[in-house]
């Protein structure tokens, strides 16, 4: 069965642009959510979906929005791109929120501000 | 609130070595917990995940152990192989959400 998928792989955009980046789940796996991922700070969470709805929210600025769409697939948007906003974006799928569910990740957004 | 950490921050050890890897987080009320490997550039590759309710899991070569009650992790590398270089990360979800909590993860080097 298909993993996460997450497109595109690679990004490289001036700094002021905006970005989208997209997350395919696992077939059947409605619970979606994202991290930035820098040397400096690690793994850092942005947002976590469940059924179109934004469950939780990292300590992020309101420049990173997302959403869930009704198949599960997710976008992330960021707006006004800063340098700092380089990093490795991952997406995570699990099958249903919370309680324990196994974590699956994609192999992540790597986005480059220049 | 939840804090995560990993001890080593890094491992260089010689190929057919068996290592342990610790994980500590500050909260015990945790619903499972997890290991990741990430290879450099790469996603999370799930390894393990362990429920508030086991005290062990095992695949292959890797064991993970947890005792809630310490607040503690650790994941075994029986006869360790060049191909395990890489990052190991654990993580538990933050109360009963799907948001984890990473520690700052090992990064493993197995020489031959």
């Known amino acids: 069965k298909a993993g996460v998928t997450q497109t595109p792989r690679y990004l490289i955009k001036t700094r002021g642009q905006q970005v989208t980046l997209s997350c395919s789940p696992i077939?059947?796996?409605?619970?979606v959510s994202w991290y930035q991922q820098t040397p400096g700070q690690g793994l850092q969470f942005l947002f976590e979906?469940?059924?179109?709805?934004?469950?939780n929210k990292g300590n992020f600025p309101g420049r990173f929005s997302g959403r869930q769409f009704s198949n599960s697939r997710s976008e992330m948007n960021v707006s006004t791109l800063e340098l700092g906003d380089s990093a490795l974006y991952l997406c995570?799928?699990?099958?249903?929120?919370?309680?324990?569910?196994?974590?699956?990740f994609g192999q992540g957004t790597r986005l480059t501000v220049v | 609130k939840q804090e995560v950490t990993q001890i080593p921050a890094a491992l260089s050890v010689p190929e057919g070595e068996n290592l342990v890897l610790n994980c500590s987080f500050t909260?015990?009320?945790?619903?499972?917990l997890q290991w990741f490997r990430q290879d450099p550039g790469k996603g999370l590759t799930s390894l393990l995940l362990?429920?508030?309710?086991?005290r062990e899991q095992t695949s292959g070569r890797l064991n993970a152990s947890l005792d809630k009650s310490s607040g503690r992790s650790t994941l075994y590398i029986a006869a360790s192989q060049p191909g395990d270089s890489a990052t190991y990360l654990c993580?538990?979800?933050?109360?009963?959400?799907?948001?984890?909590?990473f520690g700052t993860g090992t990064r493993l080097q197995v020489f031959p």
């Open positions: 077939s059947g796996h409605r619970s």
């Open positions: 362990i429920q508030s309710s086991q």
């Open positions: 993580a538990v979800p933050w109360e009963d959400t799907d948001k984890l909590i």
């Open positions: 909260d015990s009320a945790i619903y499972n």
């Open positions: 995570a799928s699990s099958l249903r929120q919370g309680f324990g569910t196994e974590a699956f």
């Open positions: 979906y469940f059924s179109e709805t934004q469950r």
